[in-house]
């Protein structure tokens, strides 16, 4: 039987119409899978899923002090996460002389290419991110009329340096240009070299078994109050299961408490006589 040029056509178009919802599935398919497994290069050089793969992110810290004997509530912080896993806002607790408290930061991020916080109507941080890792800090006080500008170097992941320069009114102002520096053995953070003190930290071998250590980016003064490294220090290559047992120059020991699945849960840090609570969720 032969087929008349209008079958031919009707039979051709048929073909393209499955192709083509064909190459939509597969597309379809392949959006779903990147959206799934978004990955973040980890401190280890390793990728973690933003979807966290099941395991839990700090949600909240709360930090006591103890030097009356009983625990005090002297702070708090509560992070908010986004989709992408990325901290968008900490909301922060603290203590003044007659009443409690709190501030909410916002995180606003550019993908995962920058990220900005600003902490008051005149101060602002810009983070420039590569691979997972912040490579450049930008700090504008308006008021001021400074800008420090802080450039980081890694090496197989961990933070090695990091290079601060302030200028003033657009001159490089050497006398607050400094360099901060880390010295890392088997993954696990030995020293920090910082604003001219060295502290140096030895372990006994104890690992979380879950999670990470979150107060590595306490002993970098610049870093101190940004809280979101406490909740993500991959960003800035601090990110290790290794428990410090000590830090010398202050007689400084850490004592931990682990929840049932290894999580660490309680920090008893004996230099400032704080005690912090983890929450993970």
Same mark, same amino acid.
């Given at each position: 039987m032969r087929l008349s040029m209008k079958t031919f056509r009707m039979i051709g178009m048929a073909l393209v119409a499955i192709l083509?919802?064909?190459? #939509?599935?597969?597309?379809? /398919?392949?959006?779903?899978?990147?959206?799934?497994?978004l990955t973040n290069t980890t401190d280890n050089g390793g990728e973690e899923?933003?979807?966290?793969?099941?395991k839990k992110r700090l949600a909240k810290v709360m930090i006591y002090n103890l030097a009356s004997g009983n625990k005090v509530l002297d702070e708090s912080v509560e992070f908010v996460y986004g989709e992408n896993g990325n901290v968008v806002k900490t909301i922060e607790g603290y203590r003044d002389d007659v009443s *409690?408290?709190?501030?909410?930061?916002?995180? @606003? *991020?550019? %993908?995962? $290419?920058?990220?900005?916080i600003r902490q008051d109507e005149?101060?602002?941080?810009?983070? +420039? #991110?590569?691979?997972?890792?912040?490579? /450049?800090? @930008?700090? &504008?006080?308006?008021?001021?009329?400074? &800008? +420090?500008?802080? !450039? %980081?170097?890694?090496? $197989?992941? !961990? @933070?090695?340096?990091c290079r601060h320069f302030s200028e +003033?009114?657009?001159?490089l102002d050497e006398n607050e240009? *400094?360099?901060?520096?880390?010295? *890392? &053995?088997?993954g696990k953070l030995s020293s920090v070299f910082d604003e001219g003190e060295m502290t140096t930290f030895l372990y006994s071998d104890q690992t979380c078994k879950k999670g990470f250590f979150p107060l590595f980016h306490l002993y970098i003064?610049?870093?101190?109050?940004? !809280? +979101?490294?406490m909740a993500q220090p991959e960003l800035i290559g601090l990110k290790t299961t290794h428990l410090p047992s000590e830090m010398t120059g202050s007689d400084g020991t850490f004592e931990y408490e682990f929840d049932s699945e290894g999580y660490v849960i309680g920090c008893t840090v004996s230099e400032d006589n704080d005690y912090y609570a983890f929450f993970w969720e």
């Open positions: 083509m919802c064909a190459n #939509l599935t597969s597309c379809d /398919k392949d959006d779903n899978d990147s959206k799934e497994n899923d933003y979807n966290n793969n099941g *409690w408290e709190t501030e909410s930061y916002e995180h @606003i *991020w550019n %993908f995962n $290419k920058s990220f900005t005149e101060e602002t941080d810009e983070f +420039i #991110l590569e691979n997972g890792r912040v490579t /450049k800090q @930008i700090n &504008v006080d308006e008021g001021d009329e400074e &800008v +420090i500008t802080t !450039y %980081f170097d890694y090496e $197989k992941g !961990y @933070i090695k340096e +003033i009114e657009g001159d240009s *400094w360099t901060s520096s880390f010295s *890392w &053995v088997d003064e610049d870093f101190e109050y940004f !809280y +979101i490294f």
